[in-house]
Structure formats: C-alpha cells, structure tokens
C-alpha cells in the first residue's frame, strides 16, 4: 500500500469493529475528513501521548455525518475497521499522513478460534460490568470474529491495555487479557454497588 493514510492522533484507542463518535473542529481536520468523505476513503486513528504517535492504530471507516454546523465544525459517527503498523509518518499536509502496513492475526497453529469457554466467560464478565455499570447488559454477539475488541471497546478501560490489545496478534490471547483485566476490576465494582445500595 503506497498511498499515504491521513492520520488522527487522539487521546484514545480506536479498536476495530468498535463505533466512535468525533465532532470535528479544528480547520485541518475539517480539511481530512471532508477529503476522506469526498473520496470515500477512511482514516487512521493513533493514540498519541507525549512520547508522539503509537506504533498501531486502527482505521477508521465514516459511518455518517450525524451533524453540519454553519462555521463548517461536524460531528460524525466513525467505526474502527482494521489495524496498522505505522511504517513512516509524513508531515508534508496540513495534518499527519503516513505510510502504513496491515497488521493481521497470526496463524494460530490449531484452528484460530478461542474455546467456547474462554468466549462464553468473556461475554458473561462483560455482562456483569454491564450491568454494574447500569448499562444494558446487551453485550456484542458471542460469534462475533473480533469479540475481544468488541467487548474491550465498549466499556472505559485503561488506554494502555487497549494499546496493549490493539497489538496482541491473536484472539484467544486478546481474550484471555480480557478476561485478566475484567476479573481484577470486578471487586472493586462489586464493593461500589453494594455500598450504594445499603
């Protein structure tokens, strides 16, 4: 892939399959997305932190343009697609492009998929945050190829263990941190809402 990714360094990890909502407001960004819309093309999220860019990010496809304001700000509904390793970063527009290369899952030796029991403890964990959480515990479905993103993506985890996650190049491992992070937060969310409800 010899074309250059436009590049949105953001303080968050886009993780793929994942929804993100951006409102966009600063003028070269304007520039980028309205040139990613005109083109259909989709962009590359990378968290950034005082050390520069991360070496992963995801893409990001636009969903929609959920809004237009008349001094030319937007918010759009975008989703994370695929991960990439950021080979170059180029500095010769507006706003960062780069080179980029595919990252793909490792052939796992024995067919690729996490047990059925890995999943299902996944999906009931995810649940019981949820639930705590007071969200609906309408988790994605346990079918799902990128499940450990999914789950990962849709509750307010550590950014470094996102990170973490964006570059682990297998699903089954991806799960099993999940189910590590999940398993270490749930006491404390426990202890929460027991205090609350007494």
């Known amino acids: 892939m010899n074309s250059l990714l436009p590049i ?8 793929p399959g994942v929804p993100l909502p951006l409102h966009i ?3 070269r960004y304007r520039e980028m997305i309205a040139e990613c819309l005109e ?3 989709p962009f590359g999220v990378v968290r950034v932190s005082s050390g520069g860019v991360a070496d992963i990010g995801c893409t990001a496809e636009i969903m929609s ?11 759009i509904l975008t989703r994370g697609v695929e991960r990439f390793e950021v080979i170059q970063v180029n500095n010769d527009r507006a706003f960062l492009q780069a080179e980029i290369s595919v990252v793909q899952d490792e052939e796992e030796d024995e067919p690729g998929k996490p047990s059925a029991q890995l999943v299902a403890q996944a999906v009931r964990l995810h649940a019981e945050i949820a639930k705590l959480a007071g969200a609906e515990p309408s ?13 990962a993506g849709s509750l307010p985890l550590d950014l470094d263990f996102k990170q973490n996650l964006l570059s682990t190049l297998s699903e089954a491992k991806r799960l099993q941190a999940v189910i590590g992070y999940l398993e270490a937060v749930l006491p404390g969310l426990r202890r929460a809402a027991k205090a609350q409800w007494n």
């Not at 343009?65 to 918010?75: A, Q, S």
């Open 139 to 151: 988790g994605p479905d346990e079918h799902a190829a990128n499940l450990s993103f999914l789950l």
């Open 8 to 15: 949105f360094p953001l303080d968050l990890v886009l993780l």
């Open 25 to 27: 407001f600063e003028p």
């Open 65 to 75: 343009v959920t809004k237009k304001y008349d001094d030319g700000r937007m918010d």
């Open 39 to 41: 083109r259909k093309k």
